[in-house]
């Protein structure tokens, strides 16, 4: 079985250490610490493989913007016959606090457009996901300009926390059963 690891970002400099861009931050953070390559491409996504703790492992970027994410993880679910139970998504979330990190085990795209891409691609909800929070932007700022904006200095530290705590659920759930990892990190 491969487990594939999807990071939702944007692709780009002007996207980089954005809070839209949380996901890749992660998957770069998994290609550091497991040594992997990000420097295969096809079906519109970099990506690296290899073998992690026993595991086959596929670490994804897609590269179609966030809004188009599905564009890409299909075809690379297809070609690798990685079932929807094998896929986990790292994405931020504006409900959730900044810096908080929820695990669960499907469920809508609430109103992600890079998840509502994902869902109609895949066809399902039913697939892992990992967000983390970015807040809801203050003083009337329009959601998309505050997703493409760039982390304050506090938020930066606590999203470094969050990054650093979506690794280790990440690679916890190449040990255990994600139900276990989720009760392990959503305290």
């Known amino acids: 079985m491969t487990k594939l690891f999807v990071g939702l970002g944007n692709p780009g400099k002007d996207y980089e250490q954005t809070r839209h861009n949380v996901g890749f931050m992660v998957i770069d953070e998994l290609a550091r610490r497991w040594g992997l390559a990000l420097n295969q491409t096809k079906f519109q996504g970099i990506f690296a493989s290899g073998i992690v703790l026993g595991e086959k492992v596929i670490l994804c970027k897609p590269l179609t913007y966030m809004n188009l994410s599905g564009e890409c993880v299909r075809p690379l679910v297809d070609y690798y016959g990685i079932?929807?139970?094998?896929?986990?998504v790292i994405y931020d979330d504006l409900d959730l606090p900044t810096g908080t990190v929820r695990l669960r085990p499907?469920?809508?795209?609430?109103g992600h457009n890079g998840m509502k891409s994902l869902i109609h691609h895949l066809k399902t909800e039913q697939f892992k996901r990992i967000r983390i929070g970015i807040d809801r932007p203050k003083n009337g700022m329009k959601v998309s300009d505050y997703v493409l904006g760039?982390?304050?200095a506090e938020e930066k530290i606590q999203i470094e926390q969050a990054v650093q705590k979506a690794a280790d659920a990440c690679e916890r759930s190449l040990q255990i059963p994600f139900a276990q990892v989720m009760n392990e990190f959503n305290k």
Do not use: Q
């Open 83 to 88: 079932s929807v139970d094998e896929v986990i």
């Open 106 to 110: 499907k469920g809508s795209a609430g």
């Open 150 to 152: 760039r982390w304050t």
